[in-house]
C-alpha cells in the first residue's frame, strides 16, 4: 500500500511536468508531434530508472559513508552523462529497435532535468532502493502520460483557428494551463 | 560599443525565458510569488556570471573535445557554493526553492552561454553577457512573480495590496504560472508586431 501511494503520489497528483514544472523545455519542445513525445517517453523511461538506481547506489555507498554529500551535484551529472553515453551503446548494438525508436531523444536526454531533479528528490525524501524505484518509475509515467495527452492536443490545434496573437508558444502555454487544471484535481485521492 | 551590446542584448532582443523559450522550469516553478522570483534569479545570476568569467579565462586551455564536462564541472562547483551559501544565511528561502536550487545546474542558460558565448569570447565581454543575460532572467521571472503574487494573494512582495480573501488563488497554483506566462508572451508578439 505505501508503495502503491508513492506511484500515484509521483503518477498524478504531483505529476512533474504539470504540478512540479520539472522538464517543460522537453514538454514544450517535443510535443509537437505523437511520434516524437512517445520517443521521447520511452527514454525518459528507460534512462530515468536506471539512472535513478545507479545514483541511489552512488550517493548511499560512496558519498554518505565519507561525508562528501557536498559534491552530489557534480557526481550525479556527471555520472548520468557517462551512463547515457554507455546506454546508447549497448541499445544500439543488443535491441536495435528499441534504439531507432528513441532516435535523437537519447543523448538528448543528459539535459533533461527530470532525470536529475529525480535523483536529487529521492534522496530528500529518504526513500530506501525499493521505494526510489517505485518513485522513479512513477514519475517516468507521469511524465509519459502528459507529454503524449499534451501531443494529442496540439496535434489538433494545429488545424484550429487560434487568434493572431496566440499563435504557436502562447496556446500551448494556455493548453498546459487546462491540463494542468485537470491534474490539480487529483490532489487528494487516496487521501494523500 | 560592442561591450555595451554583449551587454544589452540579453534583456529584450535575445531574452532567455520569453524569446529563447530556455529556462523554463524555474521560471514557472518558483513565480508563485515575487520574493521567491527575485532570490532565484540573484542565485541564477551568481552562477551564469561567475561561470562565464572562469570559462571565458580557462578557454585557451581547455582542449575542444572535453569542453562539455569541463563546463559542467565548473558550473556545478559554482551551483554547489550558492547552494550553500543559501542554506546558511537564507533557510526560509532555501526552502521555498527547494530542488530548484541544484537544478540550476542543468538550467540551459548557463551551459547554453558557456558555449555559445564565453567559450569564444574574452573575459570581460563574457562576464558582461552573464550580466546581461542575467538581468533579463531576473526580468521575466519578477514579471510573472508580480503578477501572480498580485492577482493570486493579493500582495506584492509580501506587502498587501487588497483583500487575500478575493484574490483568485489559482494564479499561485500550478495553473497560474501556464496562463501568465502564455498571455505575457502574446502580448509581447503584439507589441513586436506594432512596432514592425
Redesign the interface.
Known sequence: MELFGIFFAAFLINNIL????????SF??VSTKIDTSVGMSLAVIFVMTISSAVSWVIFHAILAPFHLE?????TF??TI?ALVQLEELYLKKMIPTLYRAMGIYLPLIT???AI??VA??AI?YRYDFVQSMVYSLGVSFGYSLAIILFAYVRERMALAPI????QG??????T???M??AF?GFTGLFGL | MSLWQDFNQGIIKENPVLRLMIGLCPTLAVSNNATNALGMSVAVAFVLICSNWVIAALRKFTPDQIRIPIFIIIISTFVTISDYIMQAYYPALYAALGVFVPLIVVNCIILGRAEAFAYKNPVLSSVLDGVGMSLGFAFALVSIGVVRELLGAGSVFGLTVFNPAVAATIMVLPPGAFITIGILMALLNKYENKVQ
Do not use: E, H, M, V
Open positions: 504539470l504540478i512540479r514544472f520539472i522538464a517543460l523545455c514544450f519542445g557536498f559534491l552530489r551535484t557534480a551529472i556527471l552523462a539535459t533533461n532535468c536529475l531533479a536529487f528528490l530528500d487568434p493572431k496573437w496566440f508558444y502562447p496556446i500551448a502555454f494556455i498546459a494551463a487546462l494542468s487544471l490539480l
